[in-house]
């Protein structure tokens, strides 16, 4: 069973778009991805301009891979070393931690992690 960074089940990052190294969904990794893709972001519009500034364009779709492009709000997993670099130039997204495999912790604290944790509003309540 994958873990994530809180030591429970990973649970899926997104499926529309589909996402992951093995677009299955999941933020996991094996030797060959590079990359590392193991953090579930809610990517913002600040991240996009930022990623494709730095020659990853996460926003055109590329028709031939299946690949939508990505618009504000949307879950993809990131490599961790972009989503570090995003940290230091101040345009990380939020990440969600039950989505984020254990592999981050090798390169980051969960206490940094947990800094950019997404909480989604709780529902309002009719009263």
């Known amino acids: 069973m994958e873990l994530n960074v809180l030591g429970?089940?990973?649970i899926p990052c997104c499926m529309d778009?589909?996402?992951?190294?093995?677009?299955?969904?999941?933020?996991?990794?094996?030797?060959?991805?590079?990359?590392?893709?193991?953090?579930?972001a809610l990517v913002s519009e600040e991240f996009l301009t930022y990623t494709k500034s730095k020659g990853n364009d996460l926003s055109t779709?590329?028709?031939?891979?299946q690949f939508p492009g990505l618009k504000p709000g949307d879950k993809w997993c990131l490599?961790?070393?972009?989503?570090?670099?995003?940290?230091?130039?101040?345009?990380?997204?939020?990440?969600?931690?039950e989505a984020?495999?254990?592999k981050a912790l090798e390169y980051v604290s969960l206490q940094m992690l947990k800094r950019?944790?997404?909480?989604?509003?709780?529902p309002a309540l009719n009263i």
Request: glycine share 6%.
């Open 116 to 122: 950019y944790e997404y909480i989604a509003d709780p």
């Open 61 to 65: 779709p590329i028709p031939q891979w």
């Open 17 to 40: 778009p589909v996402t992951g190294y093995f677009r299955d969904g999941l933020c996991r990794t094996m030797a060959m991805d590079t990359g590392t893709h193991v953090v579930c």
């Open 100 to 102: 984020t495999h254990k």
């Open 79 to 97: 490599c961790i070393s972009r989503w570090l670099e995003a940290v230091d130039a101040g345009v990380a997204p939020s990440i969600i931690l």
């Open 8 to 10: 429970t089940k990973l």
